[in-house]
């Protein structure tokens, strides 16, 4: 019912900056909470941050608070602002939809962004 799609990602330097953008379609107003995951190489999936529907509830996991910005705009993109980046933020990153849809929930997930922190 919702369909998500990354861009954004790239190989940058340590102490630099990228961001990530996820534009959504479908039924856009089934969604709950946003969010950008990522996964590195011999990891499992994890959470970095989410957004609530109305924008106004963040959350960030620890060890990207301060350097890491999620945010929406009015067409329902959200982005993930991510400074000072850190070899250890290297990973495939996700962009995550949940919500109802008649009263079933449901989880939508985007293909993926590789990020790759390194000189």
């Given at each position: 019912?919702v369909?998500l799609?990354?861009?954004?990602g790239?190989?940058?330097?340590?102490g630099?900056s990228?961001r990530?953008?996820c534009?959504?379609?479908?039924?856009?107003?089934?969604?709950?909470?946003?969010?950008?995951?990522r996964?590195?190489p011999g990891?499992e999936?994890?959470?970095v941050a989410t957004?609530?529907?109305?924008?106004i509830?963040?959350y960030?996991?620890?060890?990207v608070?301060?350097?890491f910005?999620?945010f929406?705009?009015?067409k329902?993109?959200?982005?993930?602002?991510m400074?000072?980046?850190?070899?250890?933020?290297?990973a495939?990153?996700y962009c995550n939809?949940?919500g109802?849809?008649?009263?079933i929930a449901?989880?939508?997930?985007g293909?993926?962004?590789?990020?790759?922190?390194?000189s």
């Amino acid at each position: 019912q919702v369909q998500l799609v990354e861009s954004g990602g790239g190989l940058v330097q340590p102490g630099g900056s990228l961001r990530l953008s996820c534009a959504t379609s479908g039924s856009i107003f089934s969604i709950n909470t946003m969010g950008w995951y990522r996964q590195a190489p011999g990891k499992e999936r994890e959470l970095v941050a989410t957004i609530t529907s109305g924008g106004i509830t963040k959350y960030y996991t620890d060890s990207v608070k301060g350097r890491f910005t999620i945010f929406r705009d009015v067409k329902n993109t959200v982005y993930l602002q991510m400074n000072s980046l850190k070899p250890e933020d290297t990973a495939v990153y996700y962009c995550n939809a949940h919500g109802f849809f008649n009263a079933i929930a449901y989880d939508a997930w985007g293909r993926g962004t590789q990020v790759t922190v390194s000189s």
